[in-house]
């Protein structure tokens, strides 16, 4: 090696021209880049590789050290790759080393674009800023060459740095310039790695996405045969791959869509490129599900091959709770019937289309009579239970066709479409009216029950369906009020009386804000001695415009809405306030008789009249609760409790109008009552009727026997008075004595001269 060391000239930055390698020298280089090439070719790993051939030229160029440096492009920063002997706290000084004119060998090759030949560091300007580095190392000379990919780029340098200021000859030349290469080469081979191994791992990660995917995903030819799937696809479908791959999507169609649209989804595809609905497949064994599919036509960027790709997402439970949602909007929950939005719907619908048809429909109302007693005497659960099974038992008696909607609590409609004539609608009407000929059973105690219904046609009585419906209203209130005729077609008077009651209910409520309810008073007198005995509280109207009111003529309308329970209220309260001054001011020692509704036997209404008793707890004994005898034979069974609970309170009980009811004496003995009325129409034809003075004489002395006193009710001549004195009646109450009077009136005539 030493013979052809080259002379140094000078210590310029040249190589030695002249000098030449010897066959040894060819033989070292060879042999470096073979091994080198060699391990590159088994794959040996790069940092192995590039330590290995600083190494070999280390041993090659004796006082020297190999390093390998690479520039950061992003940052413009020199980082050191490899330098097997430059200790890290060397290593550290030139990592971030800036290129320039004052970086260095290597910094200048990268700042100059070639090589740097540096051979006395010490008073080299090229060093000037490494010059702590140099002096820390005792560095003389530093070659470093250019790495270069292709293209010429300079990426990095590959340097020999020596102890000593040297000269490199064209042995050290030719090191460097193999060394520069071999690097290229090897970070050539890893940026492909990395490359390739990035290609890689997307793919895979792709493929994993496809084969992982909760939909299912298929991806089709040109042909639009399959070519891949996924394992959601197999799952959902049931297909393995090897039996789908090949075949055309139709394998799946349900069948359910016309041509037509698929037309519209291929066509939509060719168009746009993507296709996205709703799609009825079938899976392979057979059964039906619903897909939101969306389907894209991809065509390969470089090949202009054609694929389908169709991922389909499973929405039969999205379906499933659409249509619980949509049941839930059209349905009754209780019941399961068509509910108000449905019904109307329908109406509507068939309304538009009899226009072209001319067809003839029917609006059925039918209301349960005194549900609402039922329901609060057996509890709301059992109540549900009987509209349960008038639902069901409705159900059996219409046609398919026909509409069975619940419109409120025992509210039902029932919609007849097409019908030839009015009659065919009755028939329905009987036929649903059948439904109550059996009783219902609630814990093995039946009940029989009864319904009303109210007809409107289409479209004689109306051609709307708000009208009809009013009509069929109307028309089944009047069924309601009519004992005989459980089935009534709508009559246009019918609205002209809904529009009464309408007006009638908003003057009522006004009239007891405006206190325009008086009470009148009736003696009841003693038949012995002809003297007063107590008075029947009587309720009057004092209308604005239409004068005084008598209770005929609001009462039963009261009864029918809330209204019932405030006006007892107030009549209770006024009657104890008149007793009470009565009292203290004339010391009367007598009764005052109120009349409770039926309808306010119940728990709520009880429990305020025994809140007002409560109040008046000393004057208790002298207030006596008329009830009449019809509604106690009807509501037996829940007024048992309430009329205890009343009797309890310390007030007398008295049964009124007496007589019509037909009702054993027996059977009302378990109201505990203390005092019975006979009704007017018994004592009306007393004179003159034998059967009617058998039938009060019977009374009378059946009454005595269970310790109740008799009152007669509308006596109006002497000679009823007489009769009735004859038969053993305890106290008389009539025109005949006096009519209901004003409270001054009857201070007048009652109580004046008893002060
Ligand atoms: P009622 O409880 O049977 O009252 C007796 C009715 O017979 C009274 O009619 C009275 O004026 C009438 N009357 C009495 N003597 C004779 C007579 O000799 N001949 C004739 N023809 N009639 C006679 P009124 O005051 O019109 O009351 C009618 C019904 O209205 C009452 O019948 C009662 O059921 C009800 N009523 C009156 N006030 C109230 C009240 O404050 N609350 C409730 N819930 N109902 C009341
Ligand atoms: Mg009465
Ligand atoms: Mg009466």
Redesign the pocket.
Known sequence: MNETMPVCHSLEDTVMENDTLSVDQYAEIFALQNHILELLALGSDDTKLLKNLCEMEEKLVPGAVASIMLMDESSGLMHVLEAPSIPDSGKDMLNGLRPGPGGGSCGNVIYRQEAQFVTDIVNDSRWDELRNVAQKFGLGACWSMPIRMENNKIIGTFALSSFEKRIPDSFHKNLLEIGAFITGIILKRREQYERISKHEQRINTLGAAFENAYEAIIITDEQNQIVEINQAFSKIFGYSHEEIIGKNPKILSSGRHDCFYYEQMWHSINDTGHWNGEIWNRRKDGIEIIQWISISAITHPQTGEKNYLAVTLDISALKASEEKLSYMAFHDPLTGLANRTKLFERIDQCIQRSKRNHTVAALLYLDLDRFKNLNDSLGHIHGDKILVEVSERLSTRIRSNDMLARVGGDEFVIWLEDLQNISEAETVAEKLLSIFNDPFEIESQSFQLQGSIGISMYPQDAKERDSLLKNADAAMYRAKEDTQRKIVFYRTQMTQQAKKSLRLETELYQALREREFEL?Y?PKIDAKSGKLYGA????RWNHPTRGLI???DF?SFAEQTSL?SQ??EY?LECAFKQLRMWRNEFSADFSIS????GRQLNEDDIKSLLKIIGVNIDLASFIMI?L?ETFLMHHAHSAVSMLEQLKSSGVKLSI??FGTGYSSLGYLKRFKVDELKID?LLINDIESDPNDRAISNAVIAMAHTLGLSVVA????TLAQAEILRESGCDIF????FD??LKVEEFFERYLEGSK
């Open positions: 009148y009736q029947e509280a009587l309720i008598m209770p005929g009462i019932i006006m007892g009549v109120v009349n409770i509704s008329e009449t009124d109008d007017r009710e509308g006596v109006e109450q009539g025109f005949y009519r209901p």
